[in-house]
């Protein structure tokens, strides 16, 4: 590998514009996607800093993720649905969408995928037949969406979140409004289904449970984070990137100020910050042990184009005890 800092491990042969996402494989905790405006996907070997395959797009590419070991999916500007063989290293077009597709993710419990696009509709998709299974209305663009067991949130603009059974994307469960006052920017689902959690691009983090009951909707809280104060003028920056760990639950978070925090959600304690990467971080995905961290310094054009440091990706070896949640006294 390149260089060994503080905060990880720089790969070989990144991005060479911005990196737009980053998923680990489900089962192998040493392959890792990365999509990026250069109009690329990439795959890694993280383990042996190895440039495993690479597929060139006609378009910048938004997002990728991965159904199983050998099968792997990406969206982008080019509007189109895509998924890739990775051992008979394939390419097949699924579907499509009238605008550029933000995202794109697999629920393991139906085999399906789901895109959510800027022409303000959600798709649904049968991998295994290359069908369209439904396309579903929006009030707003999509801009960040995840998936655990049968449950789909959609953070679009304008704040608004939806809260989908899968089983029945026809009605939406629960049509909600951000607890933030700006754009949510990212949005990921706690690994045990009881909620999510969801960056702004105002520094500000939200965590948010499904359970409609006002005992479990006074628990949601949301806090400051990605800012600093230089000579008593607040910066502001924005939250990019949520990745929770699989095995303790904690997560992970990314700004615009190039730092990244680990943060204990159900204690409310940050764990730990990482030292400053280059430049802004705009995408993070843990492994599937929880072993390792990926990190995307990369600049979001926050302040326009300007001259900044070449987009990188770090990968960070996690201790055993690095994201363990603290504990909490018994009560007596």
Request: net charge neutral; aromatic share 10%; glycine share 6%.
């Amino acid at each position: 590998m390149v260089s060994a800092v503080n905060n990880g491990v720089e790969l070989s042969n990144s991005p060479t514009d911005g990196i737009s996402a980053l998923q680990f494989s489900p089962t192998d905790p040493t392959l890792l996607l990365a999509a990026s405006w250069d109009k690329k996907v990439r795959l890694y070997n993280v383990a042996s800093d190895q440039l495993r395959t690479e597929w060139t797009q006609k378009s910048p590419v938004l997002d990728v993720c991965f159904s199983s070991a050998n099968q792997c999916f990406s969206v982008g500007i080019d509007r189109k649905l895509k998924g890739m063989d990775l051992e008979a290293s394939r390419e097949t077009v699924i579907g499509s969408h009238e605008d550029a597709i933000r995202c794109v993710v697999h629920a393991k419990h139906t085999g399906q995928l789901m895109t959510g696009s800027w022409d303000k509709h959600v798709g649904v998709w049968d991998p295994r037949s290359n069908a369209s299974l439904g396309k579903y209305a929006q009030p707003e663009k999509v801009f960040s969406m995840d998936v655990v067991d049968y449950t789909l949130v959609v953070a679009m603009a304008g704040r608004t979140l939806h809260v989908y059974d899968i089983r029945n994307m026809k009605e939406t469960l629960q049509p909600r409004e951000s607890a933030m006052k700006y754009m949510t920017r990212t949005l990921r689902c706690m690994p045990n289904g009881r909620g999510f959690v969801s960056g702004s691009i105002e520094g500000r983090v939200a965590v948010e449970f499904f359970d409609p009951s006002k005992e479990a909707q006074a628990k949601k809280y949301a806090f400051k984070c990605h800012r600093e104060t230089i000579d008593e003028v607040e910066y502001i920056y924005a939250v990019n990137a949520v990745a929770f760990h699989p095995v303790h639950g904690t997560f992970a978070t990314g700004g615009s100020d190039g730092t990244v925090n680990v943060w204990d959600g159900n204690n409310r304690k940050r764990l730990r910050p990482y030292l400053q990467y280059p430049t802004g971080v705009s995408a993070l995905a843990f492994n599937c042990d929880g072993t390792y961290l990926a990190v995307a310094s990369s600049y979001a054009f926050d302040e326009g184009e300007k001259d900044h440091p070449p987009d990188s990706i770090y990968v960070k070896t996690i201790s055993e005890t690095e994201c363990r949640p603290k504990t909490v006294p018994a009560q007596a």
